[in-house]
């Protein structure tokens, strides 16, 4: 049986849909790459010793006590 | 094919950023097709804690750094009300609350990996790694 029209339009509407996040997706990518290659310093400190997820869990857990006051 | 979905504390990201291993996220990211999921609860958590006085010493730049989470990260709004999940600490509860929102992994803290089991069994999809079990699986 020939699809309708309303099934043609809801095949392309998805159709849409999906190149949409298909070029979210690569745009996405693209800042990533981006990211990479531009590689900027967030930590600027030199010589400073990284902290363990222990410490800094408990950093997280103090400015959570200080955001309450 | 959908990506893979996480949603990381933001204790992660941090220890990523103080130990110089920035890339390695954005690495995993292309290389397994990872989608990282945040939302404007933990974008200002991990604000509040980069800030934290005894994080000065790192001279981080946390311009930069709240911009390399934003562009690693895909930005969904949380659902509320927020349910309790994690009984040792509330403020630990929207990372779960994202991460079953969004069908996610998550990789959280010591409050949320001691409910591990619990969670896991609980909601089936849900699955919580170390930071450690992350890596391994994305390595």
């Known amino acids: 049986m020939p699809a309708s029209n309303d099934t043609i339009k809801e095949i392309l509407t998805e159709a849409k849909k999906l190149k949409e996040a298909d070029r979210q ?3 996405k990518e693209l800042k990533i790459r981006r990211l990479l290659a531009d590689n900027k310093p967030i930590v600027r400190a030199r010589k400073v010793k990284p902290l363990s997820l222990e410490e800094i869990n408990e950093i997280k857990h103090l400015s959570r006590k200080g955001h309450a006051k | ?7 990381l504390d933001p204790n992660i990201y941090i220890s990523y950023f103080i130990s110089r291993n920035q890339n390695a996220l954005a690495a995993f990211a292309i ?4 989608e990282f999921v945040i939302c404007d609860e933990l974008i ?7 800030g934290y006085p005894r994080l000065t010493k790192f ?11 934003t562009t690693l990260g895909t930005a969904y709004t949380l ?15 929207y990372l779960i609350a994202l991460a079953l929102q ?5 990789s959280g803290d010591y409050d949320i990996l001691s409910e591990k089991n619990n969670l896991e069994r609980k909601f089936k999809k849900l699955k919580i ?11």
């Open chain 1, 25 to 27: 997706l690569l745009l």
């Open chain 2, 1 to 7: 094919m959908r990506n893979k979905r996480f949603v």
């Open chain 2, 31 to 34: 290389k397994h097709k990872l």
């Open chain 2, 44 to 50: 200002a958590e991990f604000r509040r804690v980069l």
């Open chain 2, 59 to 69: 001279k981080i730049d946390i311009k930069q750094a709240v911009y390399v989470v």
């Open chain 2, 79 to 93: 659902a509320y009300p927020i349910k309790r999940y994690i009984p040792q600490d509330e403020n630990d509860d």
């Open chain 2, 102 to 106: 969004t069908s996610s992994g998550t």
């Open chain 2, 129 to 139: 790694l170390t930071k450690a079990e992350f890596e391994q699986l994305f390595s």
